[in-house]
């Protein structure tokens, strides 16, 4: 019986990689995709297949969940309780040694949410007010020289960041060197960044205006504008992205409302019904655990990762510096080459700083940044780009992505980075 079994599994994979193989003209060009995307497609069609047990589909169905959980090689270990305490000891002090060598560990993002909740009150209203106020000040001074009408405009451009089509040579063109100063500010005081984490606007501004000066004017394109309007591309993408979590959010109260009006008109629900009602309410309850997974501390490394993600770009790729044995290459071992250096030398021109922009951060909360920074940054190199956009298609076939793990964030957020990055021919 087992060969049989083993002979029927062989001969439901081939049929699966028969139709996988069939060309499929559906005229819409070129179509990329990965291993990884078809070992899932060829998963769920055995699932479909009739014959099979219910308990190899749910086999089936484990092993698509942790592969698109991207949770493969994942290492966990188990403790036996059976043996001596001694020895059990020994394993739980293993056990704790895995969890912290793991790079992804239990960073949640949660740990602002105490602070955001206080600034909701009178006094941190105060403290907002009074910082928004200071930010436009300064912004109001880039043009004070030109009149009132000058300053006007410039409030009224900037008041079409939302849009998608937003002119970023146009607020170069009225600020005058000073547009991802002027970009920066702003957005952390759209996104009431600057009090909810308390950073101090002389530091940032010191900090911003030395990445801006640091950036190549007479590279054509990884020039200082090009870092503004990734970083308002990436504003947009990601209050659309937030929006979109709050409408499932919406859903989930409609459909649970609908759900309670039902239940009252048929009375008592059936065994079907009940398996039916606890399905959906374990998938709406994934959608509202989901809403709250881009943060204020998410957004605010989004924005400096924007800011300084081609900082001193020398207007090379990085497969020319290694071929000529730049310095550079020589530095980073030719992986990853400029982004690495636009990391190390941004994080540098902070720390010369004379106010340090991250200083009232918690230690965990700058840690976690930075770490979210370097990832983001990292991932806007171009030979990285099908190897994160597989991982995030892999990762959407996953029934509750994104959860609220440091992995399922960090990969959202490295593709909203990339995507803003090489967005401009798609917003013009």
């Known amino acids: 019986m087992r060969i049989l079994r083993l002979m029927r599994f062989v001969l439901v994979l081939r049929k699966a990689s028969a139709e996988k193989k069939r060309p499929h003209n559906h005229g819409q060009g070129l179509q990329f995709s990965s291993p990884v995307e078809r070992v899932l497609e060829i998963f769920r069609e055995i699932t479909e297949v009739k014959g099979i047990s219910q308990s190899v589909k749910d086999q089936v169905k484990w092993a698509a969940d942790v592969i698109s959980s991207n949770k493969l090689y994942s290492i966990s270990v188990d403790t036996d309780k059976t043996k001596a305490e001694g020895t059990v000891f020994l394993e739980r002090e293993v056990q704790s040694w895995v969890r912290l060598a793991s790079e992804a560990g239990n960073d949640t993002g949660s740990h602002d949410n105490g602070l955001e909740n206080f600034l909701t009150n009178r006094r941190g209203k105060q403290i907002r007010n009074g910082q928004q106020d200071e930010v436009d000040n300064i912004i109001k001074q880039e043009v004070e020289d030109l009149g009132q009408e000058a ?53 940032l501004n010191e900090f911003i205006n030395a990445i801006e000066r640091g950036y190549v004017k007479r590279n054509p394109f990884h020039n200082a504008i090009h870092a503004a309007d990734c970083t308002q591309a990436f504003h947009y993408l990601i209050t659309q992205t937030i929006g979109q979590i709050e409408r499932n959010e919406e859903r989930k109260q409609a459909a649970e409302q609908l759900a309670r009006e039902k239940a009252n008109e048929n009375g008592a629900a059936t065994k079907v019904s009940e398996k039916v009602n606890s399905a959906a309410s374990n998938f709406l309850s994934s959608l509202n655990n989901n809403k709250d997974i881009l943060g204020t501390l998410e957004i605010f490394a989004g924005i400096l990762a924007c800011a300084i993600h081609d900082f001193e770009h020398p207007g090379f790729n990085n497969q020319f510096l290694i071929r000529t044995r730049h310095k550079m290459a020589l530095r980073y071992n ?5 982004e690495n250096h636009h990391l190390a030398a941004s994080f540098a021109v902070m720390f010369a700083c004379s106010v340090d922009p991250l200083q009232n951060l918690a230690e965990d909360q700058y840690r976690s940044l930075r770490r979210m920074i370097i990832k983001m940054v990292l991932a806007t190199d171009i030979s990285q780009h099908f190897g994160e956009l597989s991982l995030f298609r892999t990762k959407l076939t996953s029934k509750d992505f994104p959860t609220n793990s440091s992995e399922d964030k960090q990969s959202l957020l490295n593709i909203l980075v990339h995507a803003a990055d090489i967005s401009n021919p798609g917003n013009f």
């Open 151 to 203: 300053i006007d405009l410039l409030m009224a451009t900037l008041d079409t960041m939302d849009d998608w089509h937003f002119d970023v040579f146009d607020l170069e063109a009225q600020v005058e060197g000073k547009v991802l100063s002027v970009m920066t500010l702003v957005l952390c005081k759209r996104h009431d960044l600057l009090a909810i984490h308390d950073i101090p606007i002389t530091g």
């Open 334 to 338: 030719d992986m990853s080459v400029l």
